[in-house]
Structure formats: structure tokens, C-alpha cells
T-cell receptor
Framework: GAVVSQHPSWVICKSGTSVKIECRSL??????MFWYRQFPKQSLMLMAT?????????EQGVEKDKFLINHASLTLSTLTVTSAHPEDSSFYIC???????????FGEGSRLTVL | QQQVKQSPQSLIVQKGGISIINCAYE??????FPWYQQFPGKGPALLIA?????SEKKEGRFTISFNKSAKQFSLHIMDSQPGDSATYFC??????????????FGTGTLLAVQP
């Protein structure tokens, strides 16, 4: 099946710093990617929809200035957590929608810990 | 309108038994209902999916039963194995290309299959 790669898989940072997470579709093109956040023992909550070449669409309650999303190419979307705080510690997961089939493929997730 | 309710929250099944997880949705615009399996520290992986024009889909030991009128669907895992122990999420998605084409996840079910 198609592969979606996330990097880094885990990151620890100090409070107040910014962290960038990359989501790449390795063997297919994705005009749309989705970013989810998952707290321990909870479900995946959609944060935003990332569209190639245009601004991301954020879900209600998600601060767009805090979670910056860039989808510069058909295979790469990035999520930057700006001025991270301990409450931003979570598991961030991306998914990419294959252009031809509409199938969704998920990355392995990125564990962010803010000290 | 966007909720997908899932039950039970956790489930313990003996090896060889049948695991049953239920989901109910509200949004009648959903036209694709996947089930995902997630192991700790990993992203979700597509297990099986169904569209509302069929009432049942079977793939190996996994079966989805779908009741469109009741807006409910369920996952049956036959001959459950310890390796099936994971968290399972149901989801609903709007029509591909439509304005509501986002994947909305259920709350998750933690399955433990005892040897």
C-alpha cells in the first residue's frame, strides 16, 4: 500500500520553542492532507485540512496562528507548533489523500513532548 | 451532525471468540465508513471499509455489518487472536470531493484478546 512518512517520529522541546513536523506521501501525490491530534487513550481529533497551494482550513477551536500548516507540494505538508507549551504535548498524525482514488493513508505519527 | 459514537469503550475477549464493536453516526451525508486499527505509538491503519449501498462486507476474519436506516454499523472480528489486541476506531466520511469530505473518527475501542 501507499506510504506516508512523518518526521520526526518523536521530539522533545522546551516551552516557548517552535517545532516543525513533516508529512510526506512517498509514492503518490496528495492534493489534500489532514492533520490530527491524539491525546492518550483518546480518539483522533481533526485539526486542519491542508490543501496544496492554498491556505489550510482549520477546525473550530484550533488556533491557526499557533499551528501553522504549509502544503507547498503534492507530496509534502508541514505542521509547525509555534511557541509550544506543555499542553501542546500530544501525538500528531497526518493523513494524505491519494489524488486518483481518494483513499486516505496515515502516517506513523509524531510524539511531541514539551517540557 | 459530525459525531460518530462508538461502543464499547473497552472489550475483553477470549482467544477464538468473536469481538463486536458498534458505531452510530448522525450525518446522513456520510457515504464511506472505514474501520481503523491502531497499535500503541503507531498511526491508524485501514482495516476494512464499507459504503452504504451494501449491508455487509467481509474480508477474512473481519466483517462490517451496515444498517443504513438505523445509521449504525458494526465490526465483527471472528476467531479473535491475541495479535488483534489494539484500539479500533470507526469513522465516517462525506462524499469524496464534497464540502464535508472529512474523516470523522469514533471514540475508539480498546480490545484485549486473552490467550
Amino acid at each position: 500500500g501507499a506510504v506516508v512518512s512523518q518526521h520526526p517520529s518523536w521530539v522533545i522541546c522546551k516551552s516557548g520553542t517552535s517545532v516543525k513536523i513533516e508529512c510526506r506521501s512517498l509514492d503518490f501525490q496528495a492534493t489534500t492532507m489532514f492533520w490530527y491530534r491524539q491525546f492518550p487513550k483518546q480518539s483522533l481529533m481533526l485539526m486542519a485540512t491542508s490543501n496544496e497551494g492554498s491556505k489550510a482550513t482549520y477546525e473550530q477551536g484550533v488556533e491557526k496562528d499557533k499551528f501553522l500548516i504549509n502544503h507547498a507540494s503534492l507530496t509534502l505538508s508541514t505542521l509547525t507548533v509555534t511557541s509550544a507549551h506543555p499542553e501542546d504535548s500530544s501525538f500528531y498524525i497526518c493523513s494524505a489523500r491519494e489524488v486518483l482514488t481518494g483513499e486516505l493513508f496515515f502516517g506513523e505519527g509524531s510524539r511531541l513532548t514539551v517540557l | 451532525q459530525q459525531q460518530v459514537k462508538q461502543s464499547p469503550q473497552s472489550l475483553i475477549v477470549q482467544k477464538g471468540g468473536i469481538s463486536i464493536i458498534n458505531c452510530a453516526y448522525e450525518n446522513t451525508a456520510f457515504d464511506y465508513f472505514p474501520w481503523y486499527q491502531q497499535f500503541p505509538g503507531k498511526g491508524p491503519a485501514l482495516l476494512i471499509a464499507i459504503r452504504p449501498d451494501v449491508s455487509e462486507k467481509k474480508e477474512g476474519r473481519f466483517t462490517i455489518s451496515f444498517n443504513k436506516s438505523a445509521k449504525q454499523f458494526s465490526l465483527h472480528i471472528m476467531d479473535s487472536q491475541p495479535g488483534d489486541s489494539a484500539t479500533y476506531f470507526c469513522a465516517g466520511r462525506g462524499e469524496y470531493g464534497g464540502a464535508t469530505n472529512k474523516l470523522i473518527f469514533g471514540t475508539g475501542t480498546l480490545l484485549a484478546v486473552q490467550p
